[in-house]
């Protein structure tokens, strides 16, 4: 029997669902009637809008999908005057303030407490600025994700952007795309460096040469010249306790077909991906089903028309992207771009940010750079095309003391999701949690010489959306007691990252107390410390332990850190609100 | 009456006749589940993988962890409330579930 969510999507769904939207925006909230609301708002993810969690009703989270992160010059602005105009709602936030833009795992931009009447007005000023929401969330094409600096950076094998444009053009908005089993989330990278985390998307495409008559590139041992393109791997995603690597399906692409290869892909996913179980729909379960070699050739005899090549040689042995190995292991500081400009990534705590802020770093990144402003995959901020000459002075900018390219390691490493604040999935309050970790263990925990980055990933619940399974520690939602009471606690994964050799946390001490959290990272620190093999890093120390060796090492503990949220913020309308029961939830917001 | 019954939000909720009525994230116990060798099982609750009801009854397949033993999976069908003259009460979070064996959900 196709599920709920899949009748509804096969009454309306797709460009159609704009409309009837709009129509909805005029005559307000109130307008979709009660027993048609959760289908409506199942339609409107396709359009970037998800309806916030219980308690919050008529509020929606907007998601702007720009594809590889790239934000052209200005675009940073409009975004940030949206914030500050849309943005606001009945809670506040205490660390955050009253408007915020989250920037997001997938090279993404969330607002949050948006009203539907606002959306028409929201929409034009986006789409006139180049901006869309289209497919950021539903059952298609999300937005595309990559090296942020393709296109400029130092390290690229082939420029990927070009091709990610092509791809966003043609599957935005595409009908025969439109309605896929689940979401379909696409990694294009050039580098060699892996920023484009591919292994963990459904469809990767990932820099490769290849010996074919007359291409251009470097030279092999046979004489013959090697093209530049890409390697196509399969199947990948971090949800619902059931991590997978994409997989490789033994195809190379030249990029002028990548789009045909992609469009073959999500076709087939379309035509045979499970429509009657969602937590069976992704296609890392069909790979797993039927075997790359089966998806291969079923892509080969159904859905391209021309004989694909097998896969070329990799560079993957050169990627340090998450991997934890002490160079270009993120995006942050100051890089050389191809050009002689540098791009300088700028560390952005758990990815939120004030309006206010947004704001003067798009005055930033006109002054000193080109005004163009990108967004990696750990929730960070990239300006770049940054002559060396204007580098000390904008080193000196006031705004750089809170988004500094030379953070500590514990700011620098932090990613959260979004939590309770506004998702109904969640377990625990998750990004403000994050900040006081973060606050707590800079104050606190020195990492031993040499070790200059920790990843520390907390998502809410087993969906992942912080990427928690490939981080040096993984934090994710979970409740335990404590003294009898129910507490918000979190199960501790370790050893996580990407690479050459990508490989998943493994949880080995579950459900620690939130406020024994902190504690426990410290008492680890102190083991990796003790423990150590000369430069070894965290990784690698993680790996050559067994869990029980490991689990004796997070030691939760009690510190002067203290949680105030503990108790279940589930049962809130809003966790930090001063009234914050439920019963107390304010009214869905009256039409202007 | 009928009751509209449904698990939304990715499995976060249960809706009762468009009403989200049943959470994730609360921790129920369990008398004699399936899930475990606990003879109370503390389970976190996770996600919802089914709805259905009987006769009163509204009833509930849970993927969770018990607390007390690690062990974790998704349960049988679990009651989380019932249906009285067209309107629905949870059943109290802190009381001992027993499982039931069938639904017609
Ligand atoms: C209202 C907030 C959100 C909700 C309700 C939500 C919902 C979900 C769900 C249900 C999944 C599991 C998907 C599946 O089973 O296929 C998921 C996974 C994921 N989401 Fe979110 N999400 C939210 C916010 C975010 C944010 C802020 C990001 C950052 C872009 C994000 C990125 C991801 C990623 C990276 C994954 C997991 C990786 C994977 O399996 O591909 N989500 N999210
Ligand atoms: S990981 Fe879970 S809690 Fe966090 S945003 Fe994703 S769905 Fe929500
Ligand atoms: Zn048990």
Redesign the pocket.
Known sequence: MPTDVENWKSEVYGNEVRDRLFEFAEAGFDSIPDDERDAWFERFKWWGL?HQRNGQEGYF?LRIGTPNGVLEPGQLRVVGEIADEYARGPGTNPIFGGAYA?F???Q?I?LHWIELSDVPAIFEKLEANGLSTQQACGDSWRNIVGNPVAGKDGQEVVDAWPVIRELNETFKGNDDHANLP??W?VSVTGSADGSGQGD?NDLAFEPAYKAVGGGEGGVDNDGSEDAVGFNVRVGG????NEPRLARDIDVWVPPEKVPAVAGGLSALFRDNGDREDRYNA?IKFLVDEWGPEAVRETLQDEYVDFELETAGRDVREEYTYNTGSGERNDLIGVHDQKDGRNFVGLNVLVGRMGAGDVLELADLADEYGSGEVRLSQRQNVIVTDVPDDALDAFRDEPLLEHYSPSPSPFMRGSVA??GTE????SIVETKNRQVRFARWLKANVDLPGGVDEFHIHLSGCT???A?PQIADVSLRGMKTRKDGDPVEALDVGLGGGLGDEPGFARWVTQRVPADEVPGAIANLIEGFAAERDEDESFRAFVARHDDEELDALVEPKETDYEDPMLHNTKRTWYPYAENDAMEDAPPAPADD | MTTRLRVLD?GAWISVDDDRKVRVSELWRLDASDLCDCALTDLVVENFQAVGVDGSTVEARVYGQCIACGEDGTTGWIPVGRVHGGSFAEIDRDAVRRPTDCSDG
């Open positions: 998800y989270m989250d997001t795992t997938r993404s969330q689940r979401k989330k963990i995603g971090l949800s619902r992704r999701c979004t506004f998702c109904s999935l969906a992942s959306c990427q | 990715d």
